[in-house]
């Protein structure tokens, strides 16, 4: 209705493009819209002059909940069809529904797959999850360290605890296993509107 649109602002986009988006996110029309506000605050000159606008890495990298992600860039990597981290709305859309408290287990099951499959082969091998915990522990932020030694018993003992067919991988299932198990996991994979 022109109510939604009138509370935040002209949308360039009419009820049937809404509906659409409605359909193919987690979100209510009312929270799409609220969503390009925010996707257009990141870039106001560039959403104010282009019908569609492509925002770079850095300027969707400015948006608080990734910003304080340790794995933000990757998980722009793995939402941008371009592989960049740049992104269009559909994109951000798309992203930030899967974040979305209202998004299922198993959506936030296949995006953490995703980001922690650095090589995109479809397992997670010993050098992704050399990549995780490195991402984790990061020095510059948490003070900690880990010498190579243990970061290594780390992924050891992860390989051991998910990799339920024993060959030396974690496949999507034995992720899935997983993850269902670990208590907390729905909420480090959220991003509140």
Do not use: W
Not at 49 to 55: F, G, M, S
Not at 102 to 129: H, M, Q, S, V, W
């Amino acid at each position: 209705s022109s109510g939604i649109n009138a509370e935040y602002g002209a949308s360039r986009y009419n009820q049937d493009e809404l509906a659409e988006f409605q359909d193919l996110t987690y979100f209510t029309k009312r929270e799409v819209l609220h969503v390009h506000k925010r996707f257009c605050g990141l870039s106001p000159e560039k959403a104010k002059d282009e019908r569609n606008p492509v925002l770079s890495k850095q300027e969707i990298l400015s948006l608080p909940e990734l910003a304080a992600n340790p794995f933000n860039e990757r998980i722009l990597d793995v939402f941008s069809q371009s592989g960049d981290g740049r992104m269009n709305f559909e994109e951000f859309l798309d992203m930030m529904s899967q974040f979305s408290s209202k998004a299922p287990l198993n959506t936030k099951i296949d995006i953490a797959f995703r980001i922690y499959d650095f090589n995109d082969d479809g397992e997670i091998c010993e050098k992704d999850l050399e990549k995780v915990v490195l991402f984790l522990i990061q020095p510059s932020v948490t003070g900690g360290n880990l010498s190579s030694d243990d970061r290594q018993k780390v992924v050891n003992n992860v390989i051991r605890e998910m990799d339920m067919d024993d060959d030396g991988t974690i496949s999507y299932l034995d992720f899935k296993h997983g993850m269902s198990k670990l208590n907390g996991f729905e909420e480090s994979f959220k991003i509140t509107l």
